[in-house]
């Protein structure tokens, strides 16, 4: 390595330059897949079978997780539990963490690494193979046969599955709450989950769900689609996928907190 | 007509094609020889717009590719069948449905009874048998994927077919019946084609006119025969090459 590759200004140069380049394709990305939504007849079918996998696929793995975290939210509530607090506050507790937190970006997380590792491997795979390239020299849009139909699978199933995590994980919360804390009564859980609960904070859970879904969606295609020659290339991008996406999500995570709670 | 005038392509550092001038004429079959690595598949793709050159001109029917709408493109690109080197099947479909994305005519593509049709003619033209259709190509052998691949390219009544080394990869009694079907789909569908290859022996069976690819530049283009009696120290050298290498697999 020369002593000029070493140079700060040069890396930082070099980020730069490569960040820019990467946002401009990612623009041109989407702004492609954003014009294939004409060829509603082609996409429309592809979409459905996607989120059917999506959903099917998806729905054991996010029950399991969301089971167990609403149920580890639980023991933890019993254990740190003063009992100068009163006994509802339990459901207060699981409910509004699993809605707020929890469900959303478990749910994100998992299917950054169940869809979007799959996504980008099987996309990767179809570059290195022109397969992509067969669709284009058939005058076929790749962005109407491929990508749209992932992202609106996509949009369409996260939110949906992290509803699910959400019932789930505060159904596993309340049957360990009530294992764990035998003061705790059902009403008093209810009570406790009512009590604090706005409206807002199913659609905030929801919200996120969408906002993970671009994530999801969005980046493995993304990656996948642009993939370099060869296995390697295709490893390369199933790993570079589930990071982005991973990092992304805590990403909004954090500023869909900022904006939408802190007011 | 296919003409392409002075096209460079480099990869970052690396020169690919310095300044390739070729033409191909209305009927004929044209052969682009060259070693592994010259560009040869680089140049094929300009042709169809799936790589952009550096510089240079590309023209098909006399208009130039790269300034092409997106509507032109398409329709360019829907008078072009591609025949990739390794098939380039859609795995997660079956034969029949890989054969009729070919069909570039929206209407053709959405009428089942005549995309059924038009499947079983195309895999008559390549030699397969129509119940071949519904398989999936992860149950196809490599000589049988490349011929879907084919049939894939001639659904659509092409005017030119750009061939990427159609016989790499397969054994020499698979690689003649490749070669045979060129020269058949040729003659019966009245194509224009340019085939991308190593082989020399497949080449000069082929192909009307040769053109050599060396070091990012046309080294020669003629009949065979003219190609056979050059004594250009380029063509010597590669002809000799492959000679040897003729002679070491033998």
């Known amino acids: 390595m020369t002593v000029q590759a070493l140079d700060p200004r040069r890396v930082a140069g070099k980020i730069i330059l490569t960040s820019l380049t990467q946002a401009g394709r990612l623009s041109l990305f989407v702004g492609e897949s954003a014009r294939a939504v004409a060829e509603w007849k082609i996409w429309v079918p592809r979409a459905m079978t996607e989120a059917y996998h999506i959903g099917v696929g998806s729905l054991f793995i996010v029950i399991v997780v969301s089971a167990f975290t609403g149920a580890v939210t639980a023991f933890q509530a019993s254990y740190q539990f003063q009992a100068s607090l009163p006994i509802y506050i339990v459901g207060t507790l699981i409910v509004e963490s699993v809605i707020l937190e929890l469900g959303p970006v478990l749910t994100g997380l998992i299917l950054a690494g169940r869809v979007g590792a799959r996504w980008a491997a099987e996309l990767g795979t179809m570059r290195v193979t022109e397969q992509i390239d067969a669709l284009d020299s058939l005058g076929r849009s790749p962005y109407s046969h491929l990508i749209l139909p992932r992202i609106v699978a996509g949009v369409v199933m996260v939110p949906v599955l992290t509803v699910v995590s959400d019932v789930v994980g505060i159904v596993a919360g309340l049957l360990a709450g009530l294992n764990a804390m035998p003061l705790l009564t059902p009403t008093d859980f209810m009570q406790g989950a009512i009590y604090y609960y706005r409206p807002f904070d199913g659609y905030y859970s929801v919200i996120k769900g969408f906002a993970f879904a671009l994530a999801i969606t969005v980046i493995p295609c993304y990656v996948g689609y642009n993939a370099e020659q060869g296995a390697e290339g295709v490893g390369k991008a199933t790993t570079r996928a589930v990071v982005a996406t991973s990092v992304v999500i805590l990403f909004l995570d954090a500023l869909l907190a900022k904006i939408l709670l802190s007011s | ?250």
């Open chain 2, 1 to 250: 007509m296919i003409h392409l005038e002075g096209v460079r392509k480099a990869f970052g550092s690396q020169v690919v094609l310095k300044d390739v001038d070729f033409d191909v004429k209305e009927g004929e079959t044209v052969a682009l020889l060259g070693p592994s690595g010259t560009g040869k598949s680089v140049t094929l793709k300009t042709i169809i717009g799936l790589i952009r050159p550096d510089a240079g001109t590309v023209l098909v029917d006399e208009e130039n590719v790269w300034t092409l709408d997106r509507a032109g493109l398409k329709q360019m690109r829907q008078g072009i069948g591609y025949v990739f080197q390794y098939g380039a099947l859609f795995d997660s479909i079956s034969v029949f449905e890989n054969i009729r994305l070919g069909l570039t005519d929206e209407t053709q593509y959405g009428d089942l009874k005549f995309a059924e049709d038009r499947v079983v003619e195309c895999l008559r033209l390549v030699n397969l048998a129509p119940e071949v259709a519904k398989k999936m190509p992860g149950e196809l052998s490599g000589g049988m994927k490349k011929r879907v691949g084919i049939a894939r390219a001639i659904a659509g009544r092409p005017k030119y077919l750009l061939w990427d080394e159609p016989t790499s990869g397969l054994d020499p009694m698979n690689a003649d019946i490749i070669d045979a079907l060129i020269t058949r789909l040729d003659d019966e569908l009245g194509v224009t084609s340019v085939v991308v290859t190593h082989d020399v022996r497949g080449a000069f069976r082929v192909a009307d006119r040769v053109a050599l690819l060396m070091e990012g530049e046309i080294v020669l283009q003629g009949t065979p025969a003219e190609f056979i009696a050059s004594d250009h120290p380029k063509v010597r050298a590669f002809l000799e090459r492959d000679r040897d290498t003729s002679h070491f697999a033998a």
